[in-house]
Structures are given as C-alpha cells and as structure tokens.
Nanobody, 114 residues
Framework: QVQLVESGGGLVQTGGSLRLSCAAS????????YSWYRQAPGKQRELVAA???????SYVDSVKGRFTISIDNAKNTVYLQMNSLKPEDTAVYYC????????WGQGTQVTVSS
C-alpha cells in the first residue's frame, strides 16, 4: 500500500509560480514511477509530468520549459515546480504513484487568474 498527500496548490496570477509537493508513505520502495496529472472542469484528466525511479522525466508539450518534476528520495517526496503559469493551467492536480497498480492522492487545486 502507498499513501500520497499533496500540498502547495493555491491562487496565483498569470506568470506566477507554485511548487506542488507529494509526500509518499507506505511501500515506497516498490514505486516504479511518480506522475502528476491534472483535471480541469469539464475535461478529462491528463498526464502532466512523470519521473521514473531511475530519474527519467517526461512532460506534456503544453508545460515543457515551464514545469519541472523532481524527487527527493530521502524524503519520499516528489515535487512539481510550475513557472510562468497560465490560466489554462487551472485545474485540480493529482499525484500518482505506479506500483503494481495506480495510487492517487486527494488532489490540490491550482487556480491561475488572468
């Protein structure tokens, strides 16, 4: 079992920055990949960024150059640094951990005002 707790969401103006955190507990040694997803109202959940246990990262095109995913293995915490935020980044952001199944956090709201 893996438990995930996100934090760091909030309200920010266009062009601003936020850093999301996702603290993992439980069987963290078995996690293959961490990901951040987001879901805007009326839209499907989309994969934003991912980082493997080996450190490889990937991003959806719309956030490349603006968002950075990283991991602190000592703290079992994964981060999503979001810079140059745009109104279209407004969504609930979810942390995901892949083991033999997907585990999800509760989500954190990010709102970018224009």
């Amino acid at each position: 079992q893996v438990q995930l707790v996100e934090s760091g969401g909030g309200l920010v103006q266009t062009g601003g920055s936020l850093r999301l955190s996702c603290a993992a507990s439980g069987s963290t040694f078995s996690i293959i990949r961490y990901s951040w997803y987001r879901q805007a109202p009326g839209k499907q959940r989309e994969l934003v960024a991912a980082i493997s246990s080996g450190g490889s990262t990937s991003y959806v095109d719309s956030v490349k150059g603006r968002f950075t995913i990283s991991i602190d293995n000592a703290k079992n915490t994964v981060y999503l640094q979001m810079n140059s935020l745009k109104p279209e980044d407004t969504a609930v952001y979810y942390c995901n951990a892949l083991v033999y199944r997907d585990y999800w956090g509760q989500g954190t709201q990010v709102t970018v005002s224009s």
